[in-house]
């Protein structure tokens, strides 16, 4: 299900993207929708290697994360980069975000199971940077009010990469700071965490009502802990418990 949410949501991204452009009659539209493609596509390959040579399997989670942190970063440079530069962004988005994924949950100890802050923040982040590095001179004239086209580091532009890392530095501490007094209001007003019980059993019941997986339950711990997971099915138990005798032998 995740797998075809994360393609579902790739699909979605030719919408804004290309759509950015404002118009089918800008013909740059195609040189977006082909972007968008290459830098997922990286991403997505350039995360499963990276998965594949530090714990030797190529992880399907991460490799979506991956596509999905190619598909970020090459939002804001789309329209003024190359091909090449599209697959160099993605890859590096790709492999970004696995880093940043264990150092949010090992070193930040922020609880973040989707990896959203990683695949939107770090590699949103990226993404704009990678504007005022890979921007190649052909389009944009006239943005902004602007004359010239857009045209970053790599192509003879520093102002282009050091207007990019302001805007970078401003949403970050913008967005911090709003965020931290609006969710210090909503924890003073409605509380923000729920009980410890809670927490170990999941919110399904206690918020919706209802299981999101029915398939599993929650039974008491052998060894006196609180509670453990397992499947319900009574058709697993054998295979199960047969697949624990060598090891105990």
């Known amino acids: 299900m995740a797998i075809t949410g994360a393609f579902i949501l790739a699909f979605g991204w030719f919408g ?7 118009a089918g009659t800008d013909l740059r539209i195609g040189v977006v929708a082909v972007n968008t493609m290459l830098a997922s596509a990286s991403g997505a390959i350039a995360a499963m290697f990276y998965m594949w040579a530090r714990f ?12 999905l942190a190619g598909l970020v970063a090459i939002t804001a440079p789309c329209a003024f980069v190359n091909s090449v530069s599209a697959f160099i962004i993605g890859a590096l988005a790709g492999v970004l975000v696995c880093v940043s994924v264990f150092f949010v949950e090992r070193r930040l100890k922020a609880d973040d199971p989707v990896g959203a802050i990683s695949v939107h923040g770090t590699c949103g982040a990226w993404g704009v940077l990678s504007l005022g590095l890979f921007a190649d001179g052909t389009y944009g004239d006239g943005f902004n009010g602007v004359t010239g086209t857009v045209r970053g580091l790599f192509y003879g532009d520093a102002g282009q990469f050091a207007a990019q890392v302001i805007g970078t530095a401003t949403n970050v501490v913008f967005i911090f700071a709003a965020s931290w007094a609006f969710f210090k209001v909503c924890d003073m007003v409605m509380g923000l965490r729920v009980a410890p019980e809670v927490e170990i059993e999941g919110l399904d019941i206690p918020e919706m009502g209802a299981l999101a997986y029915p398939d599993f339950s929650l039974v008491p711990s052998h060894s006196g802990g609180p509670l453990s997971s397992q499947m319900s099915s009574p058709r697993l138990e054998p295979a199960y418990s047969a697949s624990k005798k060598p090891q105990t032998a």
């Not at 804004?16 to 404002?22: E, I």
């Open 16 to 22: 804004f993207n290309a759509g950015s452009t404002l």
């Open 56 to 67: 030797g399997k190529p992880d399907p989670s991460m490799a979506m994360n991956g596509m």
